[in-house]
């Protein structure tokens, strides 16, 4: 059974540093997805990741994916206060039509 | 507007009464899911949907229904709530299990 885990769960960063969220898999999942929710609100896709060494960037967000490593990251640069909001990813193994999120990463950008 | 709505957004009600929380998709999806989102717990999987008549259990399907009649709508119902189903709900889609799905507002559901 697939197991992923987010660290860290809470991150309160200064504007204009740069910071990694990871998110550990237990097994084989070679599809990995990062979500993002503002408080209140619902989930939006950010990135979906399908094979090893893929990276993907949108502004000032980073996601790469090593499925020998088992591990997908995060990279914020130079953060700023629209990014504050929760980070969640998400894995699936396969064609398996299940999928398991981790605990999510609250990201606290401060002035 | 490509939209996942569902109802009602929020619930208040008591033990043992019968509850079916809509949802429904405009975009023509195959895939379909209910989620539950506790703190501390990230998103639970509850039931996904592969198809129309296709439906299956996710992580944490005890105390639940569903069922996906069209392809456009998949409800859930909770036969008797119960003080332990109190979370926020939520349902999403996608064309293909292998896309990022679209999450729907959300339902926030208390159960007395």
């Known amino acids: 059974e697939l197991k992923v885990e987010q660290n860290p769960l809470f991150l309160s960063m200064q504007e204009g540093k740069n910071y990694t969220i990871y998110c550990d898999y237990s097994t084989t999942s070679d599809r990995l997805y990062w979500y993002r929710q503002d408080p209140g609100k619902s989930l939006e896709s950010l990135f979906v990741l399908l094979s090893n060494g893929a990276v993907k960037q949108e502004g000032r967000l980073m996601a790469s994916l090593d499925t020998k490593a088992r591990l997908s990251t995060l990279h914020i640069t130079a953060a700023v206060h629209d990014l504050s909001a929760t980070y969640f990813c998400a894995g699936a193994s396969g064609t398996a039509s299940k999928l398991t999120f981790g605990t999510g990463t609250r990201l606290q950008v401060t002035l | 507007e490509a939209q996942v709505t569902q109802n009602p957004r929020y619930l208040i009600t008591v033990t043992g009464k019968k509850l079916t929380v809509t949802c429904s998709q405009n975009?023509?999806?195959?895939?379909m899911s209910w989620y539950r989102q506790d703190p501390g717990l990230g998103l639970r999987q509850i039931y996904y949907?592969?198809?129309?008549?296709?439906?299956d259990k996710g992580d944490v399907p005890e105390g639940y229904k569903v069922s996906r009649k069209e392809k456009r709508n998949f409800p859930l119902i909770l036969e008797s709530p119960s003080p332990n189903q109190t979370s926020l709900y939520f349902c999403a889609s996608s064309n293909r299990v292998m896309e990022p799905q679209h999450f729907g507002d959300g339902t926030r559901l208390s159960i007395l």
């Open positions: 949907s592969m198809n129309v008549e296709v439906t």
């Open positions: 975009m023509n999806h195959e895939y």
